[in-house]
């Protein structure tokens, strides 16, 4: 009966998507070059990516936001042609922290006009930037939150929690980030945090259509109508 139900649901929920993932030398602590991440996942038989390359003021060394923004873009349009050829697709995100705290944050529902306008942001708060900044088609959603050196955010400024962090390196404590999601109705998400190779495809979403860019894809997060995968088992949020 329990095989059967997981083999619906998989049928039903038919499309993987990694929901974190990162790319060097955007995201200096990753060892994964493009192609390489979508050799990856396509190999795991995954559908889509979502690329959440680190995004915070002074981590390319740069000397304006233009010179950021274009690190940052480049890292992703080398993974989406990569993407493209391979037949996976690659949405843009980032992980974004705002100075004063090690908190990090994941954005989905952006293109570069909005990152832009984050950038400018990221010297104020998470509070602040979402009530005034934020774009409406943008969910944020508070990465590892019990991590050591993180703490979680007020619920108001959040559309949603990464309940399932699954960085085989770290210790998220993923019973409590899951506890403050139920506790405050924020939407959960389960992300690999992939950095390395032997550490991929460990978590993500499953969902019922596939998502054509990264507007579609905060569209189905702001829903609800997906599915968490870790370590391939499914949990319904």
């Known amino acids: 009966m329990v095989s059967a139900l997981k083999m619906q ?6 499309y993987r998507i990694e929901i974190h993932a990162h790319t060097k030398p955007v995201s200096p602590c990753s060892q994964i070059p493009p192609e390489e991440l979508v050799n990856v996942y396509k190999n795991l038989g995954y559908d889509a990516v979502a690329l959440t390359n680190h995004f915070f003021i002074g981590l390319q060394q740069e000397k304006s936001c233009e010179e950021a923004m ?21 949405y843009l995100g980032a992980e974004l922290r705002f100075d004063g705290s090690m908190n990090d944050y994941l954005i989905y529902g952006v293109d570069e006009e909005i990152l832009k306008k984050t950038y400018h942001a990221l010297s104020g708060s998470v509070s602040e930037y979402h009530k005034k900044v934020q774009d409406p088609r943008s969910v944020l959603f508070q990465a590892h939150p019990f991590r050591d050196g993180c703490e979680p955010a007020s619920p108001e400024s959040l559309d949603g929690i990464e309940a ?60 609800g109508e997906y599915l968490l995968e870790v370590g391939g088992s499914i949990i319904i949020p």
Do not use: C, W
């Open 9 to 14: 649901l998989q049928e039903d929920y038919r």
């Open 70 to 90: 274009e690190k940052f873009m480049q890292g992703f349009y080398e993974t989406k042609k990569a993407g493209d050829a391979a037949g996976l697709l690659v």
């Open 164 to 223: 399932f962090n699954v960085h085989p390196g770290h210790n998220s404590r993923i019973g409590f980030a899951s506890a403050y999601a139920e506790k405050y109705g924020l939407k959960k998400l389960a992300g690999t945090d992939f950095h390395h190779l032997g550490h991929e495809g460990l978590g993500g979403i499953r969902t019922r259509i596939l998502p054509e860019d990264s507007f579609a894809l905060a569209e189905v997060l702001q829903s």
